[in-house]
């Protein structure tokens, strides 16, 4: 199967299983968990990052699964950061080579 047809198999299957929750929370923490299955052990980190309502320049994580993600990230840094500055997605094929990579740990996770 090739790629785009994999990914179309897995939105639908997201879409069927979260069909008629209302938690935006259940939601995205479902689609985390397939979408982490599905491509395990290729991507060690699957999931969301959410503009803060409070802090509208910056990213908090959500639903995830895999290591210790980034608590926040503003924008503009990083790969996610870059994202939602441009509001433009990428690809990015090894995003230690990004430049402005970001690594977050739990000593500097804030």
């Known amino acids: ?17 979260v069909a008629g929750e209302t938690s935006v929370t259940a939601r995205y923490a479902t689609a985390s968990c397939i979408l982490s299955q599905a491509f395990a052990p290729r991507f060690f980190w699957t999931g969301f990052y959410v503009v803060d309502p409070l802090k509208d320049q910056e990213l ?3 639903p995830y699964q895999g290591t210790l993600g980034c608590l926040r990230i ?10 939602a500055a441009t509001r433009e ?22």
């Open 1 to 17: 199967m090739d790629k785009a047809a994999r990914y179309k198999e897995l939105k639908a299957e997201i879409e069927s299983v």
């Open 60 to 62: 908090v994580v959500g």
């Open 74 to 83: 503003p924008f503009g840094k990083g790969v996610c950061g870059h994202v």
């Open 89 to 110: 997605p990428i690809i990015v094929p090894d995003v230690h080579e990004f430049p402005g990579h970001i690594a977050c740990d739990s000593a500097s996770n804030s």
